[in-house]
């Protein structure tokens, strides 16, 4: 139905063709107005400059841009961080790694996190516990910008100097003899071939971000490998991953020498995180000459 010249808030929501949450979201964006505002002057006229910044939204929305691009912004972990087009929007299953690092992390530990994006994961654990020493790397420039502007405005100035930046591909972003107790990533991990690449909000994401070889396990092993030489005795290495790679991340991380290799699942019930630990000894064997 064709929406009349002059219309109310609540028609033109009702009528624009977008789901009830996402015109309100939209109109959120548009108006500068809170969500309350909004039902509350429900039956007032909107302004002919206000429908038609809607109205831009709403075409870029049915084109399939994601929300949190077009709000330039995506709550994670409980904080508003800034994404763009340069940035994989984070996700509530990563909020789990989070989750992890701050409960395992023993205090005053140093932690690592490879692939920063957003800062999603290195900001959000600095917001938390204020006692750790953060490192994180990305080999996109324009995610850097972004999560170093994330840690200002999260953190605030003197708390984000709490997070050194380097930028570069996985372990070489790493200073040579830099050692850590934890080690943490959301690495790309979808098959370069898989056709969700082409669906919903991926289709807008960075590919470098989520795509990783034929299987979608090339920067995962690339980083199981050289974490032992990063990590502390008995440090943590968590990775998250696709639900069918659990036992492939699982056969890595025992390659590599970790123990206490356990996969945890997200609230779909579907493998998300492999995690393990370097022996208390280092990997030392315990026979003179075995090690
Ligand atoms: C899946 S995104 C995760 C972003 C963020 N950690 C999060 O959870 O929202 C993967 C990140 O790894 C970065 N990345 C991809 N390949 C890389 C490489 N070879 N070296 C370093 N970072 C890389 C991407 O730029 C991207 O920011």
Same mark, same amino acid.
């Given at each position: 139905?064709?929406?009349?010249?002059?219309?109310?808030?609540?028609?033109?929501?009702?009528?624009?063709?977008?789901?009830?949450?996402?015109?309100?979201?939209?109109?959120?964006?548009? &108006?500068?107005?809170?969500?309350?505002?909004?039902?509350?002057?429900?039956?007032?006229?909107?302004?002919?400059?206000?429908?038609?910044?809607?109205?831009?939204?709403?075409?870029?929305?049915?084109?399939?841009?994601?929300?949190?691009?077009?709000?330039?912004?995506?709550?994670?972990?409980?904080?508003?961080?800034?994404?763009?087009?340069?940035?994989?929007?984070?996700?509530?299953?990563?909020?789990?790694?989070?989750?992890?690092?701050?409960?395992?992390?023993?205090?005053?530990?140093?932690?690592?996190?490879?692939?920063?994006?957003?800062?999603?994961?290195?900001?959000?654990?600095?917001?938390?516990?204020?006692?750790?020493?953060?490192?994180?790397?990305?080999? &996109?420039?324009? &995610?850097?910008?972004?999560?170093?502007?994330?840690?200002?405005?999260?953190?605030?100035?003197?708390?984000?100097?709490?997070?050194?930046?380097?930028?570069?591909?996985?372990?070489?972003?790493?200073?040579?003899?830099?050692?850590?107790?934890?080690?943490? &990533?959301?690495?790309?991990?979808?098959?370069?071939?898989?056709?969700?690449?082409?669906?919903?909000?991926?289709?807008?994401?960075?590919?470098?971000?989520?795509?990783?070889?034929?299987?979608?396990?090339?920067?995962?092993?690339?980083?199981?490998?050289?974490?032992?030489?990063?990590?502390?005795?008995?440090?943590?290495?968590?990775?998250?991953?696709?639900?069918?790679?659990?036992?492939?991340?699982?056969?890595?991380?025992?390659?590599?020498?970790?123990?206490?290799?356990?996969?945890?699942?997200?609230?779909?019930?579907?493998?998300?995180?492999?995690?393990?630990?370097?022996?208390?000894?280092?990997?030392?064997?315990?026979?003179?000459?075995?090690?």
């Amino acid at each position: 139905m064709p929406i009349p010249v002059s219309c109310s808030f609540d028609q033109l929501l009702a009528r624009c063709g977008l789901p009830r949450l996402e015109a309100r979201a939209l109109m959120t964006l548009a &108006s500068g107005r809170a969500r309350e505002w909004l039902i509350a002057h429900g039956p007032d006229p909107v302004e002919a400059a206000l429908r038609e910044r809607f109205e831009a939204l709403v075409r870029r929305r049915q084109a399939g841009e994601p929300i949190a691009y077009l709000a330039g912004a995506r709550e994670f972990h409980g904080h508003r961080f800034e994404v763009g087009p340069a940035v994989l929007i984070p996700r509530p299953e990563t909020e789990q790694l989070v989750d992890l690092v701050i409960d395992q992390a023993s205090p005053g530990a140093d932690v690592l996190d490879l692939g920063t994006g957003s800062g999603a994961i290195a900001v959000s654990v600095a917001c938390a516990r204020p006692d750790l020493r953060l490192t994180a790397t990305d080999r &996109s420039p324009e &995610s850097l910008a972004i999560a170093r502007r994330n840690a200002r405005s999260l953190l605030g100035e003197s708390q984000a100097t709490r997070i050194a930046w380097h930028e570069g591909d996985w372990w070489s972003a790493v200073p040579g003899a830099a050692i850590f107790d934890v080690i943490v &990533s959301n690495p790309p991990y979808i098959a370069q071939d898989d056709p969700h690449l082409a669906d919903g909000d991926l289709r807008f994401e960075p590919r470098a971000a989520l795509a990783a070889g034929a299987d979608g396990l090339a920067d995962l092993r690339t980083l199981v490998a050289g974490a032992p030489a990063h990590l502390r005795p008995n440090g943590l290495l968590a990775v998250e991953h696709g639900w069918n790679q659990g036992a492939a991340v699982r056969a890595l991380m025992f390659a590599a020498g970790f123990v206490a290799v356990t996969t945890l699942r997200d609230a779909q019930q579907h493998d998300r995180i492999t995690l393990g630990r370097i022996p208390a000894n280092g990997g030392r064997s315990a026979v003179p000459g075995l090690e």
